[in-house]
């Protein structure tokens, strides 16, 4: 019996909210974006950097799936996404596809 490959997909995600005056103004933007693309594309999001800073986020969005191609485009819809309902900065926008 032979074991199917499985694929898992990281992105960093580095997010600028130049109008946060505040963690609670922070938290409020990034958590629709974060509800968001957990609901509509199946993904794990967890805040990874920058939690004490009113204006910075970094992101870890991870795609696991038994095809590569799957991964690659659910990411590239996550970052469709991204660009269509963020309205601050995004700085940083890395992906990496291991298999394991």
Aim: charged share 30%; net charge positive.
């Amino acid at each position: 019996m032979s074991k199917r490959n499985i694929y898992v997909g990281i992105a960093r995600l580095g997010l600028h909210i130049p109008e946060a005056r505040s963690l609670k103004a922070k938290r409020s933007q990034t958590r629709s974006l974060v509800e968001r693309l957990r609901s509509r594309h199946q993904v794990m999001v967890l805040e990874t950097d920058h939690q004490d800073l009113h204006q910075r986020a970094d992101f870890a969005i991870c795609a696991v799936s038994t095809d590569v191609v799957d991964v690659e485009a659910r990411l590239q819809r996550v970052s469709d996404t991204i660009e269509r309902n963020w309205t601050g900065y995004i700085l940083d926008w890395d992906v990496e596809v291991h298999q394991v």
